[in-house]
């Protein structure tokens, strides 16, 4: 009774509101301690319910604050639109990325490559008022594309290349026409048009750099490698860049010793936290198209007849030529001469070492007047670490089957273009009857072209650092546009972020395990307070 009476008291001290409810069962007459002990029961067994189920009810809430916090919201996509106004022609293409995750790597994703119908810009020098026509299909798509309320902050650019550069070396007010009108078409949309412009050789090789290294990882991926002294030689990570176009072809890489004497200057770049020295040059008139012009140019002119018999082209293939598109040209018109004939037929032979003979012609080595050179006494430094081709680099080789890691040797390139262009036109022509006969007359000479370009940058004993690509995982195409506009929307900071300390998933956690442990630091901590008061009295 006495042991009653005493845990009775120590219920009345630890709920005060008890008392109330004591008083009320005494003055319904039942005695005393009977009374003291039913109180006593339920007050330890309902705070101990009360407890628990604060308890629990204190995690769920945590929970679920740490799940809405984590939970998938719908994310904030961005769009760009870059239009790559090439030499033989344009591609629009549109790119999209979540806003969040901006400073994460491969989040850009190719979404449209928009191949616009008809030739280059540089061909409506004498029709600008065809040219919204000829850009309106493209830009309907990315109307469709890219959700409208998105349109007015999508960023519109349009980089021309090669072909306007000789253009404009040519006709400056032509090709000054071609951007005016290219710009008011451009502006007529609801999208955020920026800029309409010839991009240099430097910007092109720079930005398809960028690029290559940005979609390989190549960039981002040292956040990891704490210090920066510790680091290997940075050309031993990033890839260097070969683009071929049409009328002029990159080289740009990272050179194994940055600190030679160059008279070219080198190109600096601090991307994410890290400086890049960067060799890259731009070869005008070296694109395919005008090597193939410049090389038939140079027979015309070394043995002048109506008919070449060329070993680049297919034995039974014939084309004919007019001498005034031959000459009328910048790159070809330093060998412009007097013809008894004003068209040239081509007849082909199909020999590729005479092919390969005559082109080597196209790359005068003899006089350099550095530590190193290409050619026509251009300055380069030794090629070094590895190296992505891509635009007609990728076309070419991959008709020819010669973009695999396998074709680990150039002779094993040679020995497939000796067979091929050996092959008769007629035949060639029924085998591959889908492909373009623009293209498929050439790879004679263009795969020739690409060995020879890639000898006389002393690729000969490093063709297995060559890889040809062209979607780099599954993202985007290789190409200059994507390093261009990563470049004007600042998505590549010179700094890298700083981590936060905890990832999101840990901070959760942590509150939950904290929160927990705050939570039986109460309740233990409200037992013992209670224990304590009860033996004081
Ligand atoms: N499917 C394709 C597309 C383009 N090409 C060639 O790739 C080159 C692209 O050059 P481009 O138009 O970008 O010219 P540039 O302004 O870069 O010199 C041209 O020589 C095209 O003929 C190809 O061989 N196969
Ligand atoms: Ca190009």
């Not at 004497?261 to 600096?268: A, E, G, H, L, N």
């Not at 694109?287 to 012009?293: H, K, R």
């Amino acid at each position: 009774m006495k042991r009653d009476c005493s845990s009775g008291s120590q219920k009345r001290s630890a709920f005060g509101a008890g008392r109330i409810v004591l008083a009320s069962l005494a003055s319904h007459g039942f005695p005393s301690g009977y009374q003291d002990s039913r109180v006593k029961r339920f007050l330890s067994k309902n705070g101990l319910v009360i407890l628990g189920f604060t308890f629990i009810l204190s995690l769920i809430a945590l929970l679920a604050v740490g799940l809405t916090q984590n939970k998938n919201t719908p994310e904030n996509f961005k769009f760009g639109i870059v239009f790559d106004a090439g030499s033989s022609h344009t591609t629009m293409y549109i790119y999209k990325w979540s806003a969040e995750k901006v400073n994460d790597t491969g989040l850009v994703y190719e979404i449209e490559a928009c191949k616009v119908k008809g030739p280059g810009i540089s061909a409506f020098a004498s029709n600008v008022q065809d040219i919204p026509v000829y850009l309106s299909k493209c830009m309907g798509r990315a109307k469709e594309l890219i959700p409208k309320y998105k349109h007015h902050q999508t960023p519109v650019y349009l980089g021309a290349t090669a072909g306007m550069r000789l253009l404009r070396m040519e006709n400056e007010q032509s090709a000054k026409r071609i951007l005016a009108s290219v710009t008011s078409f451009l502006n007529s949309y609801p999208f955020n048009f920026r800029d309409a412009r010839i991009i240099s050789g430097s910007e092109e090789g720079a930005y398809g750099w960028i690029t290559i290294n940005y979609l390989l990882g190549k960039l981002q991926k040292k956040q990891n490698s704490e210090d920066p002294s510790s680091r290997k030689n940075e050309s031993q990570e990033t890839y260097g860049a070969l683009d071929l176009g049409g009328a002029s072809t990159q080289i740009t890489f990272v050179p194994k010793d940055t600190n030679i004497s160059s008279p070219i200057k080198f190109m600096q770049f601090r991307l994410y936290g890290w400086n890049y020295t960067v060799y890259t040059y731009s070869f005008l008139c070296y694109g395919q198209d005008q090597a193939l012009l410049l090389k038939l140019a140079k027979d015309t002119v070394e043995t002048p007849s109506g008919t070449l018999l060329d070993p680049c082209f297919h034995p039974g293939y014939e084309r004919m030529v007019d001498i005034s598109d031959l000459f009328n040209n910048v790159c070809t018109r330093e060998y412009k001469d007097l013809f008894p004939f004003d068209k040239l037929r081509i007849q082909g032979t199909g020999d590729f070492l005479q092919c390969q003979e005559r082109l080597h012609n196209l790359f005068p080595t003899t006089y350099c007047r550095y530590t190193s050179c290409t050619f026509n006494g251009v300055f380069m430094p030794p090629v070094h670490g590895e190296f992505g081709a891509f635009s007609a680099y990728y076309y070419t080789m991959k008709f020819l089957n010669l973009t695999s890691d396998k074709v680990t040797s150039e002779d094993m390139v040679i020995e497939k273009m000796k067979q091929y262009c050996s092959r008769p036109w007629k035949e060639v022509n029924t085998t591959y009857a889908d492909v373009k006969e623009k293209y498929l007359s050439e790879y004679c000479f263009s795969g020739t072209y690409v060995l020879t370009l890639l000898q006389v940058y002393n690729f000969t004993d490093y063709w297995k650092h060559i890889h040809f690509m062209h979607k780099i995982n599954d993202n985007a195409e290789a190409g200059w546009t994507l390093g261009y506009m990563l470049n004007l929307t600042n998505m590549i900071p010179a700094e890298l972020p700083q981590p936060k300390p905890f990832s999101r998933p840990t901070y959760i956690s942590l509150m939950v395990a904290f929160s927990l442990v705050l939570a039986i630091v109460f309740i233990l901590g409200s037992i013992i307070f209670h224990k304590s008061s009860y033996f004081q009295k």
